[in-house]
């Protein structure tokens, strides 16, 4: 962060549910960013951030062996191409959707994207000390104990293990603020 409050580089996160989309409008209206010195193009940035999962996770599944004796570690290379394909137009429109908000406040400019594949809370964490970040923001989909359980928290693991202040909007905050 520079001496003036104003950040360099903010990390949002986005996965394409409302909550995460609400993190990204709530950082583009209360977060400001570095102006580029006069000598300088360091201007700050938001920088969109989404994690993909493997195909393999993608799917769930992993194709069975074949009946009567086939062999079991086949890979169906069309099968995995057909997935990737499905999941970057996921992205794709992931990202249309989060440039479509930051249009609206004209930072079009101010505004980079990246895409990663993986476990989404070790990559978000990779990310934030990769790109320098000074803050990361995030949606919480606020899931049960149950399903937290199960699913685990990305943004509980990414408030303990990122290298950079972790701001994690949730959906009441957003209500409360509009009220």
Known sequence: MSKSGKLGCVVVAVDGSEESMNSLRWALENL??????????????????????PPSIATGLNPGAIPFGGPTDLEVP??????????????????????GICSQFNLTGKVKTHVVV??????????VQD???DVLVMGSRAFGPIKRMFLGSVSNY???HAQCPVIIIKEKDIVNKRE
């Open 32 to 53: 400001k960013l570095r102006s580029p010195a006069p000598d300088s193009t360091d201007a700050g940035c938001f920088v969109i951030f989404h994690v993909q999962s």
């Open 78 to 99: 069309a099968f995995a191409a057909a997935i990737e394909a499905h999941q970057k137009r996921i992205t794709d429109v992931i990202l249309d959707h989060a440039l």
């Open 118 to 127: 993986g476990d989404p809370k070790e990559k978000i964490c990779e990310a």
């Open 131 to 133: 790109l320098h970040a």
């Open 158 to 160: 990414c408030a303990h």
